[in-house]
C-alpha cells in the first residue's frame, strides 16, 4: 500500500518524455512540455487549465469520488446520446473541461492526499481553487509542496485572494460583479424602462480569472527557466472584476465622478450603440469624426457632421442628449437591410444583434473553425466551442473531449505515481480513489 509519510524524489522530474507530446499533428502543442495538477471545480480555475490543455498541456483534473466536479450535475441541459437520450454530462461541465485527464481521489483521506503529493511531484503547475487555508489541513498547501518540490508553480484562485479582511469568504461571480462595480454600468438607464443594474450574461468574473491566471501561470513558467525556481500566484476574483473595468476606471480617476449606466451606449463615443431600425435593431459604432460623416451622409443628413456641436467626438459626447434623439429618427426610417448594406458600403461598422444559434451559424465563425467537435465515450461527439487562440493558421483546441468522471484514474496512477492493479484496487475498495 501507500505509504502516507513518504517524500518525493524530485529530482527526475523536469524531463519532458516523447508520450508527455500528445497528438503533436492535431493542434499548436507550445505547451506539450507542461503537465499541470488542476484542483479547481466550476468555473475560473477550469477556464484557465482548459485554456492551458488547448496550447498542448498535459492536464491532469482530481475530482470527488462519485460526485466530481460540482458542475457536473449543473443541468439540464446535458449532453445526448445517439438516441437523444441525456448523458451524465452537464453542458456547463462540458464548456470548461476539455483536453484533461479526470482523475478521482478523496483529498479526505490521507491515502489520497499522499496520492495528490505524488502526483504534485511529476507536474510543473499546481491549480486550485480551495478556500483560504482548506488544502493546508491536507498538508496540499503552497508551502507543504514548495518545500517539496521548489520549481512547482503553485496557482490560488479564490473570490477575494489570500490575504485582506475578506479572504476567508467565498467568492461568487454575480456577487462579485456586484461589488466590483460592474454593474454599476452595466445595464439600462436608471430614468428609462428596464432601468437598473444588470449582471453580464456570462461569468465574466470567472472567466477572466481564468484567463489572468493562465497568463500568470506562463510568466512563472517562464522565469523559472532562468531562476529555477516556482511561484504562489494569487488569483481573486474580486481583484480581476476591478482590474478589468479598464477605460472606467479611468473615467472615475481622473475626474472624481463614478460613471453610470448607460444602456447599450458609450461612455466616451457617439454614436456607439443601438439603434432600432424600421424592422429591428442594428448596432452603429462609429468609432472617430471620419466615420460620423459618413454615416450621416448614409443618413441624408450630411450637415449635422459639419455642425460644431457635433463635427467632434468630444462636442458629440457633450451633446448626446440633442444628437442621440436626432439619430434615433433617422435610424427607425428605415430596415436594418438598408443599414447594414449602406453603411457597410460607407465603412461604418456596424452589425445585427445576433442569438447564439445565428452567432455559431455565421459564415465567419463557421470559416475560422470556432465551433469544433470531438469524439465522446458517452455520446459518440461532443460539439464544443473551441478557443479563440489561433497559430499558424491551427485552431489552439486540444484533440479530447471533456473527460468522463474518473476516466483517467487507473491510467495516470499506473504510469505517474506508479501503482500496481492491485493496489489501485485496494484503494477504489476504501473509497479513495
Not at 466616451?268 to 466615420?291: K, T
Request: include cysteine; aromatic fraction near 6%; charged fraction near 20%.
Amino acid at each position: 500500500m501507500i505509504d502516507d509519510n513518504a517524500r518525493v524524489d524530485v529530482s527526475r522530474l523536469r524531463f519532458v518524455p516523447e508520450s508527455r507530446i500528445r497528438n503533436p499533428d492535431s493542434v499548436p502543442t507550445p505547451l506539450a512540455h507542461l503537465r499541470v495538477l488542476d484542483l479547481t471545480r466550476v468555473l475560473a480555475g477550469p477556464w484557465c487549465t482548459q485554456l492551458l490543455a488547448d496550447l498542448g498541456a498535459d492536464v491532469i483534473k482530481i475530482e470527488r469520488p462519485g460526485t466530481g466536479d460540482d458542475t457536473r450535475a449543473w443541468g439540464p441541459p446535458y449532453l445526448k446520446d445517439a438516441e437523444g437520450n441525456d448523458t451524465t454530462e452537464a453542458a456547463y461541465y462540458l464548456s470548461a473541461n476539455r483536453g484533461k485527464r479526470s482523475v478521482t481521489i478523496d483529498l479526505a483521506q490521507a491515502a489520497g492526499q499522499d496520492l495528490v503529493r505524488r502526483l504534485a511531484a511529476q507536474c510543473d503547475v499546481l491549480v486550485e481553487n480551495y478556500k483560504v487555508g482548506q488544502l493546508a489541513k491536507y498538508g496540499l498547501d503552497h508551502a507543504s509542496l514548495s518545500a517539496l518540490d521548489p520549481r512547482l508553480i503553485y496557482c490560488s484562485i479564490t473570490g477575494f485572494g489570500q490575504t485582506g479582511p475578506y479572504r476567508d469568504r467565498a467568492g461568487y461571480d454575480l456577487i462579485i460583479q456586484g461589488m466590483g462595480g460592474f454593474m454599476s454600468i452595466t445595464g439600462e438607464r436608471d430614468a428609462l424602462p428596464g432601468g437598473g443594474p444588470q449582471k453580464a450574461g456570462v461569468a465574466i468574473s470567472d472567466l477572466m480569472t481564468g484567463m489572468y491566471s493562465a497568463v500568470a501561470i506562463l510568466a512563472a513558467v517562464t522565469e523559472r527557466e532562468h531562476t529555477g525556481q516556482g511561484r504562489h500566484i494569487d488569483m481573486a476574483l474580486f481583484d480581476t472584476m476591478v482590474a478589468i473595468l479598464a477605460n472606467m476606471n479611468m473615467n472615475f480617476l481622473t475626474t472624481g465622478k463614478a460613471p453610470g449606466r448607460a444602456g447599450n451606449a458609450h461612455q466616451n463615443i457617439v454614436p456607439y450603440q443601438v439603434f432600432a431600425a424600421s424592422d429591428g435593431h442594428v448596432i452603429v459604432a462609429v468609432g472617430n469624426d471620419g466615420q460620423f460623416a459618413k454615416f450621416c451622409e448614409v443618413a441624408g443628413r450630411p450637415e449635422l457632421a459639419r455642425d460644431a456641436h457635433y463635427a467632434k467626438n468630444a462636442d458629440r459626447v457633450r451633446n448626446r442628449a440633442a444628437l442621440v434623439p436626432l439619430l434615433e429618427d433617422l435610424v427607425r426610417a428605415r430596415p436594418m437591410a438598408y443599414w447594414a448594406k449602406a453603411l457597410e458600403a460607407a465603412g461604418v461598422p456596424c452589425g445585427p444583434i445576433n442569438s447564439i444559434a445565428q452567432a455559431l451559424a455565421d459564415p465567419q465563425i463557421l470559416a475560422r473553425g470556432v465551433q469544433i467537435e470531438r469524439p465522446h465515450p458517452l455520446a459518440g461527439s461532443v460539439p464544443l466551442v473551441a478557443s479563440a487562440i489561433t497559430l499558424d493558421g491551427e485552431r489552439a483546441a486540444s484533440p479530447l473531449a471533456p473527460p468522463t468522471l474518473g476516466q483517467h484514474t487507473r491510467d495516470v496512477l499506473r504510469s505517474l505515481v506508479g501503482l500496481s492493479e492491485d493496489e489501485i484496487a485496494a484503494l477504489a475498495q476504501q473509497r479513495v480513489v
